[in-house]
């Protein structure tokens, strides 16, 4: 199995992420163009592929004394390294492109889970879903809830645009089942309905026959991306009601979904659905689905009837002409319950932002739920995509992992001396909220600590793309730094296994989901404390929590809070190696699974199954 999806930014997310003074300090721009178009004739963007002829090298693990002592004796038979095909930067074929083992996780997981006594029935109604339509952790949360809801013994589906570009690989069984009509803008739109599998979970696809969901991305398509998901949202409600189908639960995300509870509520509740109660999930509150009244007219609402202040008004607009709406409040206020994807982004969405009066006012059904990672996809034991596989028991597969990246990618092989030389991990969107001008620090101050960095991850906006594009031409070919441009699920496997530390410099994070991952695989995280990465990264150095001690953490938003992270953690790699090592292990047995989330998920649908709204 190759896990790939479909790469876009939601239209509603803020477009001017930031100016070019907030991504590189104001001392520093112009000799920063300055050096990019000094350098600009002599080097070459390796960014994103590699296609030099190959020349590919063939190493057998029992040869691997030549490597400096990085695989030990003990570990060779367990490694199962024997044939490991070592990489190059001058490969024809970049290493993650390669062929992979197929790998079915569907029946993965932990298979002791005891399944609960009332088991219920619920329908994700939702943008994005792992891996075959996924931009960010949108997609990877409403798998892992998903299928650890029915471990635990519950019925699930999941509700999803049959978008044109959607990663059909990774569906089984995919049948049309129906067509009906559902409603948009006075007219009654043909619409098909599919059923298929994905990771052992049942999905229902929706695919208008209108324009809705054309293009080869999830978001940005050539189509008015609010009113396709009010159709949606009213789509996925209809068939609910022509197929006869009463969940217990309808739970929705974001503010693509935000409209359903309206329609529910004001429309469908009193049609034939009346058993579902109404969940909203917003894993980031700077989305909000701003919605003109006569938008929300053409899913067969009055837009005139939210727009008030109690409802779904956009208070940022009050006294503007026009004033508007919000899908994401109007969610927020129809919802029997509102999800966040953290405790600590719960308390900080109701102490800032526009949205937290509404929040106070509904603060009774306001939870903080932390996210969880799927770890059957996450896993390094059993990760097809690692050329070894490890576990806290047997850890020398990470030593492997981190050289098979480096020489992959040219870095300086640190075999001579692994013990000086962290290579940190940076996978995120390139974006004002993941912390720019951290990111962009890290990699000058790495430099001078003699450590290697790699960044991956992709730009929606232009401007900042460009900008990476020049600090790529500065350092790709160098011993110590790359930043490649481009999604890619199996490199971003194969990074976190590799790296010492992990970096999450945001700004703002819900929740944040690769400190996690990256714990998953043992590399230690380094973050800013905020959200739901003040959840679960606690920092070495304080003596009063060192039993729970995972990783190292920073408050400040200025480079220097970033730099004194990042001293104390390269000391602590090079002059603590036991210690370091003890760490590593410690991570690699954290369990941040989403079973404990979808406990507490299911506790909060229990809530509300017998309350009336």
């Not at 992959?408 to 720019?436: F, H, M, N, W, Y």
């Not at 000058?444 to 790529?472: C, K, Y």
């Amino acid at each position: 199995m190759i896990i790939r999806g479909c790469s876009s930014q939601p239209t509603s997310a803020p477009r001017s992420c930031f100016s070019t003074s907030f991504l590189l300090p104001t001392s520093n721009r112009h000799s920063f163009k300055k050096r990019v178009t000094t350098f600009k004739h002599e080097l070459d963007v390796v960014s994103c592929s590699f296609n030099s002829p190959s020349t590919n090298f063939r190493i057998q693990a029992l040869e691997a004394k030549k490597l400096d002592g990085v695989i030990s004796e003990g570990s060779r038979t367990n490694l199962q390294n024997d044939h490991l095909t070592w990489p190059s930067p001058s490969d024809k074929v970049p290493f993650w492109k390669t062929e992979f083992p197929s790998w079915d996780i569907s029946d993965s997981g932990h298979v002791d889970i005891q399944k609960d006594s009332d088991p219920i029935h619920v329908i994700h109604v939702t943008a994005e879903m792992a891996p075959i339509a996924k931009v960010g952790g949108l997609g990877d949360v409403v798998t892992g809830l998903a299928r650890a809801c029915l471990m635990r013994g519950h019925t699930v589906d999941v509700y999803l645009p049959f978008y044109e570009c959607i990663n059909k690989q990774h569906i089984k069984e995919l049948t049309l089942i129906s067509t009906y009509g559902s409603y948009h803008d006075g007219s009654w739109i043909p619409t098909n309905i599919y059923r298929g599998v994905v990771f052992g979970i049942p999905v229902v696809f929706i695919e208008p026959t209108n324009h809705f969901f054309k293009g080869q991305s999830v978001y940005g398509g050539s189509y008015d991306e609010l009113e396709a998901y009010l159709f949606f949202s009213r789509a996925c409600l209809e068939w609910l009601q022509v197929s006869a189908t009463q969940p217990d639960i309808i739970h929705v995300h974001e503010w693509q979904t935000a409209g359903l509870p309206l329609l529910y509520w004001d429309m469908y509740q009193y049609l034939s659905l009346q058993k579902p109660r109404i969940v909203l999930t917003i894993h980031n509150m700077e989305h909000y689905g701003e919605c003109r009244q006569e938008q929300l007219n053409k899913c067969g609402l009055d837009g005139s009837v939210y727009a008030t202040e109690e409802k779904a008004m956009d208070d940022r607009t009050i006294g503007h002409n026009p004033e508007r709406l919000s899908l994401l409040k109007g969610g927020i206020v129809y919802s029997n319950a509102v999800v966040t994807v953290s405790p600590t982004y719960l308390k900080e969405t109701l102490n800032s932002g526009w949205l937290a009066a509404t929040l106070i006012r509904h603060r009774d059904k306001y939870f903080g739920i932390l996210n969880g990672i799927d770890t059957a996809i996450w896993n390094p034991a059993t990760d097809a995509f690692l050329p070894a596989k490890f576990d806290a028991n047997q850890i020398e597969g990470k030593r492997i992992c981190k050289l098979f990246v480096q020489r992959g990618l040219g870095l300086a092989p640190e075999a001579q001396d692994s013990a000086k030389v962290p290579l940190v991990v940076c996978i995120t969107r390139l974006v004002a909220q993941k912390g720019l001008h951290l990111i962009t620090n890290a990699i000058r101050h790495i430099e001078a600590l003699n450590g290697q960095m790699i960044i991956l991850g992709t730009a929606p906006d232009a401007r900042v793309g460009s900008e990476f594009e020049g600090l790529a031409q500065l350092h790709n070919e160098g011993p110590s730094i790359r930043i490649l441009q481009m999604y890619s699920e199996e490199l971003s496997h194969m990074l976190y296994a590799a790296a010492d530390i992990v970096l999450v410099p945001s700004i703002y994070e819900p929740c944040g989901l690769s400190q996690m991952i990256g714990m998953r695989y043992g590399a230690v995280p380094l973050v800013r404390k905020t959200g739901g990465l003040a959840d679960t990264v606690f920092d070495m150095d304080d003596q009063s929590h060192s039993e729970t001690a995972n990783g190292f953490v920073f408050e400040g938003i200025d480079e220097g809070s970033l730099n004194c992270a990042l001293d104390r953690a390269f000391s602590f790699y090079r002059e603590k190696p036991n210690e370091w090592r003890d760490t590593v292990k410690k991570v690699l047995l954290m369990d941040n699974s989403w079973n404990n989330a979808a406990g507490k998920y299911i506790d909060v649908y229990n809530n509300v199954r017998f309350k009336h709204h």
